[in-house]
């Protein structure tokens, strides 16, 4: 009789174990809570000369940076409604006066612009010395490696890693970090007292960063409404770029072309001597899309 007692406690006792085990466990599973979507984050900072806005597309999110380019030249706001992008930052250089590119443009693998063809740029006798340097200036990229896309900044002759594959590409400069190399890609020749992009003066800019974990972040820094020569230096501009996170960094094309549309409004870089913001079409730019 001892025994029969004694054998059902025991059962009792690891009923109310298991059942106790099991109930936990269901409780632990139902209240884990799912990681939050990545998505864009938009801010601004206030710089002593003008006002930065900020958009970081995290890595491994749902959207993707990639260019795009008009056969005429086109405003951001009208490039968004093309795309149906998210977002649209001006981007590549071009020539005003022919409405051609001054930089390399490659969309899903295929030359879509080419500088050499800008006869405009190769015929200029100004410019004969420099072209070498122009023909391979900074590119931001954008790579396929196996399952994963990748972004990439470098100059136009480097190479793709050999596991990857290049998907985009569009040219700007120079490059902003690690080091500006403003001279190695023909932007100034301090011999010849040249400098294209008024390097030291403040201006309306536009850059786009990687940082370390992959995210892309593009920065469009506005010219104060209140003071017409207002901006930011390219020497300003990589140093803030650095506070953003990011590791590499290339100016894109800046002054009467800054500008940056996001969810439905825009914001431009160039103020006149009344302080009303300038609306120059562009040619290319970096678009942000959902994958």
């Not at 100016?251 to 302080?275: H, I, M, Q, R």
Request: glycine content about 6%; aromatic content about 6%.
């Amino acid at each position: 009789m001892r025994k029969i007692k004694l054998l059902a406690l025991i059962l009792i006792s690891l009923a109310m174990v298991l059942w106790f085990n099991l109930h936990s466990s269901t409780r632990s599973i139902s209240t884990v809570a799912s990681s939050p979507p990545k998505s864009i984050r938009y801010f601004e900072r206030t710089l002593p000369q003008g006002i930065a806005h900020i958009l970081l597309i995290p890595a491994n999110s749902k959207f993707l940076v990639t260019p795009a380019i008009s056969q005429k030249v086109a405003t951001v706001e009208e490039f968004a409604q093309k795309h149906q992008a998210v977002a649209i930052l001006n981007a590549g250089f071009f020539d005003p006066a022919n409405q051609k590119t001054t930089s390399y443009v490659v969309i899903q693998g295929k030359v879509v612009a080419d500088p050499k063809e800008n006869d405009r740029l190769v015929n200029n006798p100004n410019l004969k010395s420099y072209l070498s340097q122009i023909f391979n200036r900074t590119e931001f990229r954008r790579y396929s490696c196996g399952q994963n896309i990748r972004y990439d900044i470098a100059l136009h002759s480097v190479s793709q890693p050999a596991s990857c594959q290049l998907v985009d590409a569009i040219g700007a400069g120079p490059s902003l970090l690690p080091e500006i190399t403003l001279e190695k890609e023909g932007f100034v020749d301090n011999a010849n007292k040249r400098d294209a992009l008024g390097s030291n003066q403040p201006n309306a800019r536009t850059a786009v960063g990687i940082t370390r974990d992959g995210s892309v972040v593009l920065v469009m820094v506005a010219q104060k409404p209140s003071v017409p020569a207002s901006g930011i230096s390219l020497q300003a501009l990589a140093n803030f770029m650095k506070t953003l996170g990011a590791d590499k960094a290339m100016n894109l094309d800046g002054g009467s072309s800054s500008s940056l549309y996001y969810n439905g409004k825009t914001f431009y870089g160039k103020v006149d001597l009344e302080g009303n913001s300038i609306k120059r079409p562009v040619k290319s730019v970096l678009l942000v899309q959902k994958d």
